[in-house]
């Protein structure tokens, strides 16, 4: 790490994870919370203290909210691409941008906004609302997941990630791409070969 970055312009720096979460509860209340960033934590019995406790556990959940806190609340352009990557406290605020005044915002315009991104993840296939965790950021940015001890799924295939495909879904690294995956495979052979028995 050099010494002539300055990561000391990052809004998070320096902020405890609860500090942020008065300011944002403050400015914007739980309600608005939930509506733009869809964690239950905000919705159900919220309070500052179960939400921290919630946050401290939950890495994709913490990582919304800061970047919720840079780019909405401290009102900062858009990360580019290369720091978007990164998780929004390691993140580097050029000297030129400067923290602004908090967006105002409206529980109409976080349901189109939830709208329009279901609309755009229905037209790339995706199907629903998609939210992008931080291991799935590292698996495309080439990283390793230090709380993930298995192998590292690269190709786009399930198989590794302990979660079953679902009917009529493609199977990536089979030799038969273009055949669809059949999770009761197994299950058919063994019965046919018991009715033959």
Known sequence: MSDDINYKNNPLHGIS???????LVDHYGFEILFAYLYINCFKTNPSIDSSV???KKTDW??????????YEFKHL???SDEQFLLPPRDRIIPDDQQPGSPKELSLEDAQRLREKRE???SERGRGGDHRMGKSQRDNRSGK??????????TSGDRSTSGKP???GARHSSS???????DPWAQAKIKNKERRDS
């Open 53 to 55: 406790k919630f946050l």
């Open 61 to 70: 959940a913490r990582e919304k909210v800061e970047a919720f806190y840079l």
């Open 144 to 153: 390793q997941n230090k709380n993930n001890t298995g192998p590292r799924n």
């Open 175 to 181: 030799p038969a791409a273009d055949t669809p995956f």
């Open 119 to 121: 609309r755009k993840a």
């Open 165 to 167: 495909w679902p009917p």
């Open 77 to 79: 352009p858009r990360a």
């Open 17 to 23: 994870l609860k500090n942020m979460l008065v300011e």
